[in-house]
Each structure stands twice: as C-alpha cells, then as structure tokens.
C-alpha cells in the first residue's frame, strides 16, 4: 500500500496518458491529435516533476529549539516517513 500511497501521481498519470493513447488510436490520429497528445504528456510530466514529493531541508533540532524561545514565530512541519 505504500507504493500506491507514495506513486498515487504517477500511477494515475500513466493511467491517464494510457486511456488518451487508447481513445487516440482509435480513430486514425492526424497531427493535430498527436500534438494535443504530446502538450498532454508534457503537462502531466512537468506536473510530477514540480509536485514529486522530495526530501526537504532537515535544521538540527539543537538549531530548532534556539528558534522556538527566541521570541520569533516558527513553523513546525511534520511529514511522515511510512
């Protein structure tokens, strides 16, 4: 399940670009059609591209207890690692 969790963009990207590709072969593409394909795949890449999840900047938690009383607003974000 954790594979599905973490892929859940991609597996539906490649689902996605799978139904076009199929409704696309169907009815004798002409280029236009191949165009629109193309500017699909490259919307759905550079989507996962920007939105992939990824390790972010990790502060020491020495360095993060220094932020908390110094009298500024801090943010705390926690992800889970599963």
């Known amino acids: 399940m954790s594979f599905v969790n973490h892929y859940s963009f991609l597996i539906l990207a490649v689902l996605i670009l799978g139904v076009a590709a199929w409704r696309l072969l169907r009815n004798n593409p002409g280029r236009r059609e191949w165009l629109l394909f193309g500017a ?41 690692q599963n």
């Not at 795949?41 to 110094?70: C, E, N």
């Open 40 to 80: 699909l795949a490259v919307v759905v890449l550079g989507g996962y591209y920007t939105f992939r999840p990824a390790s972010g900047t990790q502060s020491p938690a020495a360095d993060i207890q220094a932020q908390i009383g110094a009298g500024n607003p801090v943010l705390l974000e926690f992800q889970s």
